[in-house]
């Protein structure tokens, strides 16, 4: 409403995959966020970010400290991407935004499960590490035992919901079209932030 009588002529919001229905729990303040900019009467660019491969850090140093990683995720994918492409992507956004109001979604263009991401981590830092499979109320117990705040824990579990219900997994093909630059792979990631991987 601000950005209304403002006279903005075109508001750029990012946002996530599918907020409409994704289990991710704060994916309804992206939905709302949403609706209100379309209702607004404005102009609009919408970038929906993919998963970044960053956030993998918040999880793979202390699974490689124990050798286990806990998830209920299942065969779930999720198609990562470097926090540069969405950076790239959305600057050509920016630079050279559409004429029509437009939704971008900007993840990668493979989707991995949590098997196959440990199996590059196991193969890049020579460690072992083991995917153990447990229910959401598991993990939720898990993560609350270790000391996690009740509203961070939740959030995982939403997130490995999201991932299992194939929330995260969408391929679009957008990020490299808008940036004309093809995508960091995981692997080559994992490979230039291996001694991240130790936390």
Do not use: C
Not at 18 to 25: C, D, L, Q, R
Request: aromatic residues 8%.
């Amino acid at each position: 409403e601000a950005a209304r009588k403002a006279g903005v002529g075109r508001l750029f919001y990012t946002s996530m995959f599918g907020p409409e229905t994704s289990k991710v729990i704060f994916a309804p303040e992206h939905q709302a966020s949403e609706e209100a900019i379309k209702a607004s009467g404005l102009a609009y660019t919408i970038f929906r970010n993919g998963w970044y491969m960053e956030n993998l850090f918040m999880s793979l140093p202390s699974a490689l400290a124990t050798g286990t990683w806990y998830s209920s995720a299942a065969d779930g994918r999720v198609t990562y991407i470097a926090r540069e492409d969405i950076a790239r992507a959305i600057a050509a956004g920016l630079a050279k935004p559409a004429t029509e109001n437009v939704i971008y979604s900007l993840g990668g263009d493979v989707g991995y499960t949590t098997e196959e991401i440990a199996a590059l981590v196991r193969e890049i830092s020579g460690r072992p590490l083991a995917v153990v499979h447990v229910s959401d109320e598991q993990l939720l117990g898990g993560l609350n035992g270790a000391g996690l705040p009740a509203n961070v824990a939740e959030m995982i579990v939403s997130i490995d919901a999201g991932i299992r219900a194939g929330d995260l997994a969408v391929i679009t093909g957008e990020a490299a079209k808008l940036s004309g630059t093809p995508l960091i792979s995981l692997k080559a990631f994992l490979e230039a932030n291996k001694a991240a991987l130790a936390g």
